[in-house]
């Protein structure tokens, strides 16, 4: 594999898969580096994994080369495992980090704290021509706080306390989040399977 798109327009997500492919001589294309406007994919699936496989197959098929894609949310026990899939557009359809935590602190506010238990979910799907599509899941566990605090990160990472942290998301560093988040172990585990190659 000497050519990888990542199928996205976030450039902190392209530098983070950049750094990774780097010592593998892997040459990295996201989105942003194609001329002709590539449509949205329309995330249909019922799991991250099929909509991480969505987005890689699609974009495989239009350029005949390897694609990685991610789908990534926030489960929650006591809310049977929502918002899930729907993480980006729980309170809506216009997505608004704000609105979807205001949505998940109401929901959550007669749950106990012991009883707020959740985890950030990360599934990469590498995607190549005439191969299956290749899954790597990783996760990071911890709990949803009773009110956001915090100024860094997006998402929920005001109102998520990893497992064994007095910090959320929100209130660590760029840095101290790459150690534990969900994207990390992840590409962790990409990591091993490009080791193999």
């Not at 249909?44 to 080369?65: C, D, Y």
């Not at 918002?83 to 704000?98: C, F, M, N, T, V």
């Not at 590498?126 to 899941?137: I, Y």
């Not at 497992?163 to 994207?183: D, L, V, Y």
């Amino acid at each position: 594999m000497e050519q990888l798109i990542i199928a996205t327009k976030n450039k902190g997500k392209v530098e983070d898969f950049r750094n990774l492919f780097l010592k593998y001589n892997i040459t990295i294309k996201s989105l942003l580096d194609f001329d002709e406007s590539i449509p949205d994919i329309e995330e249909t699936g019922e799991t991250f994994e099929e909509n991480a496989a969505l987005k890689a197959e699609t974009i495989a098929e239009r350029f005949s080369l390897p694609v990685l894609a991610d789908d990534s949310g926030l489960e929650v026990d006591a809310l049977d495992g929502r918002p899930g899939i729907y993480s980006a557009r729980y309170a809506g359809l216009e997505k608004s980090d704000q609105a979807n935590i205001d949505k998940l602190l109401e929901e959550l506010k007669t749950i106990p704290e012991e009883e707020r238990t959740a985890r950030f979910v990360c599934v990469l799907a590498v995607a190549r021509p005439g191969k299956p599509t290749l899954f790597k899941r990783g996760t990071c566990e911890g709990r949803v706080a009773d009110q956001p605090t915090g100024e860094n990160g997006f998402g929920y990472d005001p109102v998520f306390y990893p497992k064994g942290s007095t910090k959320t998301m929100a209130e660590m560093t760029p840095e101290e989040k790459n150690q534990i988040s969900h994207r990390k172990n992840a590409m962790k585990q990409l990591e091993e399977w490009l080791q193999k190659l």
